[in-house]
T-cell receptor, first 114, second 111 residues
């Protein structure tokens, strides 16, 4: 298996534009997590899904952020409109089962909003 | 919100020495995990310890868990240059399915 795949690896966009980040979890994994990493705030959990259903989105910072998981092999995180303070590295992780197993991380998407 | 808090924030040691990092957390847990992150990369799982375990070993890694103090430690013995990375603890906060990370310890192994 190729592991968790995220795209794009880097994204530079202008303030106000819509940004869509993509994640393909490991086949057979049934939980998916989106995290945001910054120097100031560390690694923050934004939202997680079990069996494609959003379970907890309390970490989503604002209504500008939305996430979907239309099927077991694909998830998106959308920011609209983007702002400079959204600049961060966004990680997707998947696990088989629930939180008592290891999480496999993608390589992340480095987002820069100018 | 952060569940785990690593200590120290940064650590520099000579190659060959042992490195110890600590993690404190706030709520009851089912398990605690340690991850490593090399610069510019995703996190990689190192070891998982369950709440009914007190100590676990994996190669040069030794993890302890004290649920009464809500704390864990990660010991890396005989450190190598390749161990230079950030290390994070992660817990299933409030025993639900969320995996919450601390801010990490930046470890630098000096040649």
């Amino acid at each position: 298996d190729a592991g968790v795949i995220q795209s794009p690896r880097h994204e530079v966009t202008e303030m106000g534009q819509e940004v869509t980040l993509r994640c393909k979890p490991i086949s057979g994994h049934n939980s998916l997590f989106w995290y945001r990493q910054t120097m100031m705030r560390g690694l923050e959990l934004l939202i997680y899904f079990n069996n494609n259903v959003p379970i907890d989105d309390s970490g989503m910072p604002e209504d500008r952020f939305s996430a979907k998981m239309p099927n077991a092999s694909f998830s998106t995180l959308k920011i609209q409109p983007s702002e400079p303070r959204d600049s961060a590295v966004y990680f997707c992780a998947s696990i088989v089962g629930f939180s008592n197993t290891e999480a496999f991380f993608g390589q992340g998407t480095r987002l820069t909003v100018v | 919100s952060q569940q785990g808090e690593e200590d120290p924030q940064a650590l520099s040691i000579q190659e060959g020495e042992n490195a110890t990092m600590n993690c404190s957390y706030k709520t009851s847990i089912n398990n605690l995990q340690w991850y490593r992150q090399n610069s510019g990369r995703g996190l990689v799982h190192l070891i998982l310890i369950r709440s009914n375990e007190r100590e676990k070993h994996s190669g040069r890694l030794r993890v302890t868990l004290d649920t009464s103090k809500k704390s864990s430690s990660l010991l890396i013995t005989a450190s190598r240059a390749a161990d230079t990375a950030s290390y994070f603890c992660a817990t299933d906060a409030n025993r639900d399915d969320k995996i919450i990370f601390g801010k990490g310890t930046r470890l630098h192994i000096l040649p």
